[in-house]
């Protein structure tokens, strides 16, 4: 069963800037898209941005122009780098591929611990 573990996060002032990474445990890491999401409380998840196996990028319109995702595919390691942090980023942020990882078992998805990023105003 795929692995996901996802770090970097913390508290910062708005305008600062995090670095999450994101180690996942999959041999077919190269082939697959991968992406953040994040949950604020209250919230449903939601997907942040995407990297294709190419290395195309998608992110969603509330964090363009502000967050980056990369990958490295030897490391199996996915990366966001988040700039201009606002108060409204403040949310729990996991990586999963895209469509994400599911347990064949039970068909339910995979996720990670994720980790807490705090945007303070």
């Known amino acids: 069963q795929v692995q996901l573990v996802e770090s970097g996060g913390g508290l910062v002032q708005t305008g600062g800037s995090l670095r999450l990474s994101c180690a996942a445990s999959?041999?077919?890491?190269?082939?697959?898209?991968m992406a953040w999401y994040r949950q604020a409380p209250g919230n449903q998840r939601e997907l942040v941005a995407h990297i294709t196996s190419g290395g195309i990028t998608n992110y969603a319109d509330s964090v363009k122009g502000r967050f980056t995702i990369s990958r490295d595919n030897a490391r199996k390691t996915v990366y966001l780098q988040m700039n201009s942090l606002k108060p409204e980023d403040t949310a729990v942020y996991y990586c999963n591929a895209n469509p994400p990882y599911y347990n064949p078992d039970d068909r339910n998805v995979i996720w990670g611990q994720g980790t807490q990023v705090t945007v303070s105003s």
């Open positions: 999959d041999r077919f890491f190269s082939s697959n898209t």
